[in-house]
């Protein structure tokens, strides 16, 4: 993996709750492990930061194409193979151990007022909505109660607050 200009996490990569070194080791871990390579004009510092950013910003393709001076295909394509990558990397990491469904937490043991009730329980289920922009076609289906287009967005986590 080359290494990218310094300038380009300052400059490019507006992500609030993620340092350089976390971003480093992602960028890292996409080309050891699932064999995301960098092509001759984009870096893979580059790709990732633009997913990054059109995620956490809310951006179209049409803008991260514009910020980082490369066309719409091109842009597009490395969308695509970080998400793949990052899809990977995921179902690698977001997935129950047989310790997380078999045993009772040591939490609800401990605390004898939740044993009772909580015995079998084996982690929280939670919702929310996160605010997206899907095709003008199909925006009906994403409105929400508060006239918004939204996905509801559904996790579990354990009591180690590890999403399964």
């Known amino acids: 993996m080359a290494s990218c200009p310094a300038f380009m996490f300052e400059s490019k990569v507006q992500i609030q709750d993620m340092n350089e070194s976390t ?3 992602l960028c890292k871990t996409l080309s050891e492990h699932y064999k995301l390579e960098e092509s001759c004009h984009v870096y893979l510092e580059e790709s990732v930061a633009m997913l990054i950013e059109m995620v956490a910003q ?3 393709v049409r803008v991260l194409a514009e910020r980082y001076q490369h066309s719409l295909n ?3 394509r490395k969308l695509y193979e970080i998400l793949i990558a990052l899809l990977k990397l995921a179902a690698n990491i977001v997935k129950p151990t047989r310790g997380d469904v078999t045993y009772i937490s040591l939490f609800i043991l401990e605390v004898k007022r939740y044993m009772p009730y909580f015995r079998d329980c084996i982690g929280a289920l939670d919702g ?3 605010p ?3 095709p003008s076609r199909f925006l009906e289906r994403f409105i929400c109660r508060k006239s918004e287009p939204t996905m509801n967005i559904l996790a579990m986590y354990n009591f180690s607050l590890k999403f399964t």
Request: no cysteine; proline share 7%.
């Open 58 to 60: 809310d951006l179209i």
């Open 74 to 76: 091109v842009v597009k």
């Open 132 to 134: 997206v922009h899907p």
């Open 128 to 130: 929310t909505h996160v």
């Open 23 to 25: 971003f480093r080791s």
